[in-house]
């Protein structure tokens, strides 16, 4: 016995080591994500235990040292002997990779997803951890250090009966992450997304670092219908219904909520066991499908649609609508290269009869609101068959005459986009500056004069016919939405550089709406970035520096001293500066200062939610935004 004690102990202990040696395979890296990972893993596993009907509360604090403590109310993790290792059922779920699925009895679970890699892996990478456990009255405690067991779960002493729960407390191992300080709204927003997504959990959520002390509560009794009316919140609703469908079939369990709003935007998400699917798969097939066959019945049958007029498409059907797919299912199938898209078969069939079923009968009973729908899904189709004539038109237009760049692009020499970036310039004048400054085998610039359209609030025909858009999907060479294609990108790095002013501000942040709703993997692919040009010039004995921000200014003072030889410029836009300073502080990659534009799968949802805050046409998100957001803004000239 003793014997197979101690292989089993080395049998553990190399996995564990596995885990350290090569982290990036199992919690997808060590930068920042990975680190703000290993809290949702132990989430995740309370989260199991509200899915199977024992936990209703959970606690998750950041610590004044940024540890992590994950308090749930659920029945608190076994304690006994597992037979088959001879180990507490609570050490096994620490120390025994991917123990969790196989001890923890059937059932649908949201640990074990794409990461879902369990507490052991975050035992692995953690410094030190903590586990109490409540349960029949008793408490039990066990501590680890680097995944190693430090001695055994031991009775700690006593407690109510009916005070059951898990304590998981950990501090990431700083040789393995690149970065151990966690950010309060990264996990503020995973929370939240996972609050939604299992109705009627509360989550809370405290900072306890010293000047950071702040708590956020998400508690929906509603799910992912108030998750509907949360992405809504800057938007208009076309109805005030938010239509919400619920069922299971052949073992899955579906849920969906949808509302459409009147901007032109898709704003669809699908999540299988609360872990987002961007990729879609069998789920959101199943949606579709439903969604578009119902509406045309409906349309035809209440003669909306006239007998000459063509189907609505599914794009139709989804203008402007909001919706959260939700599915939950014992054994998910993860396919793609990515493995985020759903792949089991009897998921298509489950959704695609819940919603078709449901949605029929919301119609007939709401024909006010179906009505509204189909017109404006058949506004939809006319604007796109208007939106597709003068697409096809441009590209007729290219057969004949060839690929012809925009005019105001000054090309770069070299061909191979590897080594190639294009600037998009604010203003003719500062354009004119870069086109002088420019390494021309490698840089291209595109001058934008003022403020392109805001595409938030634009229809595909108008966006078509907007020559400043026009320019840029040119330029560019991918194409864009299903004609997008990431192989044509004409430049490693695209780089918007406008005035350090709310002007400047403002057309980058059009730029970005523009290539997000258009072609948002260039950003999820990192070629996006915002040129940082200079805030100040300081001349003194025929010496210049350049500051990028104020607390820069102020050290390059202290150093060459405070008197009246300073003589400092403060830049209020491009303009101002000549070729060649435009080359030495915002052009040359030796030098420059750029910020890559990113955007991961985690927040996707909240980008989305994010750029129709700022340009959608609800004033009143925006001022709130503006009010919460104005402290993190730093140089803005106003
Ligand atoms: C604070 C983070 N919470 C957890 O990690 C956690 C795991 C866990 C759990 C069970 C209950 N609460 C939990 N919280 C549990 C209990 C029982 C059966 N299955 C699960 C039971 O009482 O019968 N566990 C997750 C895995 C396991 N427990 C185990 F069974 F594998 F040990």
């Known amino acids: 016995m003793a014997n197979k004690y101690d292989a089993d102990q080395i049998q553990i202990l190399e996995g564990l080591e596995a885990v350290r040696k090569r982290p990036g395979m199992y919690i997808g890296s060590t930068s920042t994500r990975g680190l ?11 989260v199991d235990e509200a899915l199977a009907g024992y936990c209703k509360n959970i606690d998750v604090a950041i610590n004044p040292d940024n540890s992590i403590t994950v308090i749930d109310d659920g029945r608190g993790i076994p304690v006994g002997i597992n037979h088959k290792s001879g180990l507490s059922a609570v050490e096994v779920v620490f120390t025994i990779l991917h123990a ?10 949201v640990s074990g997803g794409l990461h879902g890699v369990g507490a052991s892996v975050v035992n692995a990478l953690s410094d030190w951890l903590e586990v109490e456990v409540r349960r029949e009255g008793k408490t039990y405690i066990q501590k680890f250090e680097k995944g190693k067991v430090m001695g055994p779960l031991e009775e700690s002493g006593t407690c ?21 300080v966690y950010d309060y709204n990264i996990l503020k927003t995973r929370l939240r997304e996972t609050a939604f997504l299992t109705k009627g959990l509360k989550i809370i ?14 508690h929906y009794e509603g799910g992912i219908k108030e998750f509907v009316q949360y992405l809504n919140k800057a ?14 079939k052949n073992g899955v369990y579906v849920e969906v909520a949808l509302q459409h709003n009147d901007s032109y935007n898709e704003s669809v998400y699908s999540f299988v066991n609360n872990i987002t699917t961007p990729e879609g798969g069998t789920h959101l097939e199943g949606f579709k499908v439903a969604l578009t066959k119902t509406f045309n019945d409906y349309a035809r049958s209440h003669k909306l649609l006239k007998e000459s007029e063509q189907n609505l498409t599914g794009d139709d059907i989804r203008e402007g609508l909001t919706s959260i797919i939700s599915i939950k299912i014992e054994d998910p199938q993860f396919e793609g290269q990515t493995k985020q898209k759903l792949g089991n078969s009897e998921a298509r069939g489950a959704v695609n009869s819940i919603v078709a079923e449901q949605l029929t009968y919301y119609l007939e009973q709401n024909p006010a609101i179906a009505k509204n729908i189909c017109d404006k899904s058949i506004m939809a189709q006319r604007a796109r068959e208007a939106a597709r004539k003068a697409r096809d038109l441009t590209r007729r237009k290219t057969a004949l005459e060839g690929t012809s760049l925009p005019g105001k692009l000054a090309d770069c020499s070299d061909k191979n986009p590897e080594n190639c970036e294009i600037y998009i310039v604010e203003g003719d004048s500062a354009g004119g500056s870069a086109k002088t400054a420019r390494s021309r085998a490698t840089q291209a610039i595109l001058p934008l004069r003022g403020k392109i359209l805001n595409v938030e609030k634009a229809r595909l025909d108008r966006i078509y016919g907007n020559e400043e858009i026009k320019a840029m999907i040119t330029a560019f060479g991918t194409g864009i ?11 490693n790095k695209i780089i918007i550089m406008t005035d350090a002013d709310v002007d400047g501000a403002h057309i980058a942040t059009l730029m970005l709406t523009f290539i997000y709703r258009f072609m948002p993997e260039l950003i999820r692919q990192g070629h996006v970035y915002l040129a940082q040009p200079p805030l100040y010039k300081l001349e003194k004995n ?5 500051a990028y921000s104020d607390d820069e200014l102020d050290k ?9 030889n300073n003589k400092i410029q403060r830049y209020k836009g491009l303009g101002e500066m000549d070729a060649e300073q435009l080359w030495d502080t915002t052009m040359d990659p030796e030098k420059r200062i750029l910020l890559r534009v990113s955007m991961t799968d985690d927040d996707e949802s909240e980008v989305d939610l994010t750029f129709n805050t700022l340009m959608g046409d609800q004033v009143e998100p925006r001022r709130v935004f503006i009010e919460e957001n104005a402290k993190y803004v730093k140089n803005l000239d106003v």
């Open 100 to 109: 969790g699925g196989k001890f923890g009895g059937g059932g649908y679970k």
């Open 235 to 248: 938007k208009t609703p076309s109805y005030p219904d938010i239509m919400y469908f619920e069922g299971t």
């Open 481 to 491: 939405h299903e004609d997008f294609d990431i192989s044509k990108l004409r430049y």
């Open 205 to 218: 959520l405290h900072d306890e670092r010293e000047d950071k002390k702040q708590v956020s509560t998400f």
């Open 160 to 180: 109510g009966p009916d005070q059951t729960g898990t304590k998981v407390t950990f501090k990431p191992d700083e040789t393995i992450f690149e970065e151990t």
């Open 542 to 546: 025929k010496q210049t520096w350049y």
């Open 556 to 564: 390059i003072l202290a150093e060459v001293g405070r008197d009246q």
């Open 36 to 46: 703000h990972h290993l809290v949702y893993e132990i989430v995740d596993n309370a």
